[in-house]
């Protein structure tokens, strides 16, 4: 069973910046995606970016593009976002997923497999 453990939210200022983990257990590693999604009050949840646990390669939202930077460290089971230039149109739950195979249709929140608690992010302006 595949366990995601969310860490890093909280409270900044718009302009700010937070990081946040993904803590990832229970997988052989090497394939699949694993991804963040967001979700607003009132709101659907989105696509925020998504990484190849093998090759690295990223995906990116427009809305995010630039200012978030998802990356992987493979020795800790480990994935982060750097969230730079925060918005308050970033605040929302964020929720890392994980996909143990292929790659198509990453920003679908249907295609992956297991998910995180979330963690809130607010940003005040």
């Known amino acids: 069973q595949v366990q995601l453990v969310e860490s890093g939210g909280g409270l900044v200022q718009a302009g700010g910046s937070l990081k946040l983990s993904c803590a990832a257990s229970?997988?052989?590693?090497?394939?699949?995606?694993l991804g963040w999604f967001r979700q607003a009050p009132g709101k659907e949840r989105g696509f925020v970016a998504a990484i190849s646990w093998g090759t690295g390669n990223t995906y990116y939202a427009d809305s995010v593009r630039g200012r978030f930077t998802i990356s992987r460290d493979a020795a800790k089971n480990t994935v982060y976002l750097q969230m730079n230039s925060l918005k308050p149109e970033d605040t929302a739950v964020y929720y890392c997923?994980?996909?143990?195979?292929?790659?198509?249709?990453?920003?679908?929140?249907?295609?992956?497999?297991?998910w995180g608690q979330g963690t809130q992010v607010t940003v005040s302006s």
């Open positions: 997923a994980d996909r143990l195979y292929g790659w198509v249709d990453y920003y679908r929140d249907t295609s992956y497999n297991y």
């Open positions: 229970g997988r052989t590693f090497g394939s699949g995606v």
